[in-house]
């Protein structure tokens, strides 16, 4: 059991270029989430998955995608890169959405 | 905007010292909350839920829905539980958990 897989582990990105977050997991958890972890404003949540083919905006959604084509994925597609991005992106995924296990993290710098 | 507050950015004790990490929220209903850890180098995981009323690594948590606060404790505080501590909340409907900005628990020996 992987558990949550997070890739790649480091991005450094220019303004304005698009990138996948790829996440991962092998526990057929029905919800899906993503965070970001910024300094002094904790885990704010992007976008969430309650199940395959459905999703919905967390807290700051702009500026984000996410698809959820199976119960193993759930992607996070940033558009166009700006430096108010650059953070770190937490995936995490559960049968509901309490109790989360997370990925290890992306730490995504936009220069 | 239901929201969660944790006051302190760093709380400083030496070893055998209690602690108390605070955590307020703002929901008029029942609501459900969390204690998650994240070690260092390691993933952010689950401590405890109010639920469940229990005592994970000597920590607890009380609900005080008159004070709309959620701390959480322990009696004697040991070097290993140095770790950025935050307090969740179960929002939207269930569907959004919600997180403070957290608090980073030094222990010094």
């Known amino acids: 059991n992987a558990g949550v897989t997070q890739t790649p582990k480091f991005q450094v990105l220019k303004t304005g270029q698009s990138m996948t977050l790829q996440c991962a997991q092998d526990m057929n958890h029905e919800y899906m989430s993503w965070y970001r972890q910024d300094p002094g404003m904790g885990l704010r949540l992007i976008h969430y998955?309650?199940?395959?083919?459905?999703?919905d905006q967390g807290e700051v959604p702009n500026g984000y995608n996410v698809s959820r084509s199976t119960t193993e994925d759930f992607p996070l597609r940033l558009l166009s890169a700006a430096p108010s991005q650059t953070s770190v992106y937490f995936c995490?995924?559960?049968?509901?959405?309490?109790?989360?296990?997370f990925g290890p993290g992306t730490r995504l710098t936009v220069l | 905007a239901q929201r969660v507050t944790q006051p302190e950015k760093l709380l400083s004790v030496f070893k055998g010292a209690p602690v108390e990490l605070k955590c307020n929220y703002s929901?008029?209903?029942?609501?459900?909350l969390f204690w998650y850890v994240q070690y260092s180098r390691q993933r952010l995981q689950l401590l405890l839920r109010?639920?469940s009323r229990e005592s994970i690594k000597g920590f607890t948590a009380d609900l005080n829905k008159g004070e709309t606060s959620f701390h959480l404790k322990k009696p004697f505080a040991q070097e290993e539980d140095s770790a950025m501590y935050y307090c969740?909340?179960?929002?939207?409907?269930?569907?959004?958990?919600?997180f403070g900005a957290g608090t980073r628990l030094a222990v010094h020996p």
């Open positions: 929901y008029s209903g029942s609501p459900e």
């Open positions: 998955s309650v199940g395959a083919g459905i999703t």
């Open positions: 995490a995924s559960s049968y509901g959405p309490d109790t989360q296990y």
């Open positions: 969740a909340h179960l929002s939207g409907g269930y569907n959004k958990l919600i």
């Open positions: 109010h639920i």
